[in-house]
């Protein structure tokens, strides 16, 4: 991958466009190192990015306001109104840049203009969830957000936060039912079936734990690769065995699928190992991987 | 785990070589029927039918190189929509961006922070 974290100050000129486009795709939040690339590497000469100007100007607009870097915001801001006199998208940013600097009624006031001109338009009104976040009403937000959600019921991010902010308040059974319906509009997604199969198995009990490993498994048969869907898998059916009232196929069944997934977890390590600088460290961690062991 | 889902075992070098001879049959096959066609116009026969054995040399070579094939390439593999998510982190999967505050502690990063909404601060 290009963008991994360095020095972003030496790169060159197409490396940085590279970087800040891979960035704005899988939605990172690394605003430091977008205003550090600007900055150094990238502001040399807009004029460069041609067709992508814009879009980076957006992105590093976000990402000064994220560092605090209310004058280069405000220079990405006037840049942008010179290219789109009456647009409403700079009329946004302009929105969060009041946000980040904490004047909040100027803020709502914009918002409110944006909407009353386009309703369908979900960003405005996530805008203004944000701000109630923003404010710490936290509550509030929630209640915002299922509004917003029932106008907009196939909104996957919307979702995905209300997730959030049902765990960050511990409500696991309505986090788990957010999560499900992130997963109703990407049913293949392993992340979003591990991260469910997560909040089922916080919520304990017999039932949510058995559902949490038959997430976890269907997260593994889509990404094999993924240790957390192991680790998962491993930790409810030993919980199972451990705790639950099972026939003895069911036990039998669970013993061996921790077992497989151990053993799996343990291949990973190894080949780690192999590749390691110092390998003593891996072979404490194998040894306490294979301590999960049911027998 | 992809599984053998086909059934069929994997492909030995038996495989191989009927799979070489069936489709080098195949040509064969077409270049005699092409050959054939070339010697009726030139000796003034309508064209009717092809021989016999040329269509028997056809339909045989085809079957042996579809079997054949089948088993050089192989069980099938699960479709992996999900490849790119293998090495995603959740900070970026569950960032949601649109809903991004900013009130958190890199407010301290900007160089006006001790003047700002009158925190008393000793710079």
Redesign the interface.
Known sequence: MVADRRDWTTVSFEEGREALKEWREEHARRSDEVVELWEHVLSRSPSSLADELCTVYEQVCIAALDCSRTDLAHECINALHKRFPGSSRVLRLQGMFYEARGQWKTAEGIYEKLIAADETNPGYRKRRVAMLLGQGKRLEAIKALNEHLESFITDSEAWLQLCELYLTESDYARAAHAMEEVLLTAPTNSIYLRRLADIRYTQGGQENVEVARAYYEQALKFSPVDLRALYGVVLSCNSLVATARLTADKKKEYTTAANAALQRIVERYETLESEAANPEEYSNIIETVRGMEIH | ?PSSASGSAPATFLHKVIAAVSFAALIHAAYSAAQHRLYLRLTEQPFTALPADIVAQTLASLIFLCWACTHVAGAFQ?I????A????K??????????????HR?????PT?ALD?GRAFAV
């Open positions: 785990m699960p992996r929509a999900d490849i998510n293998g090495r995603r959740w900070d970026d999967v569950g960032s949601c961006l649109s809903f991004v505050t900013f009130e890199a407010k301290a990063l900007s922070y909404s």
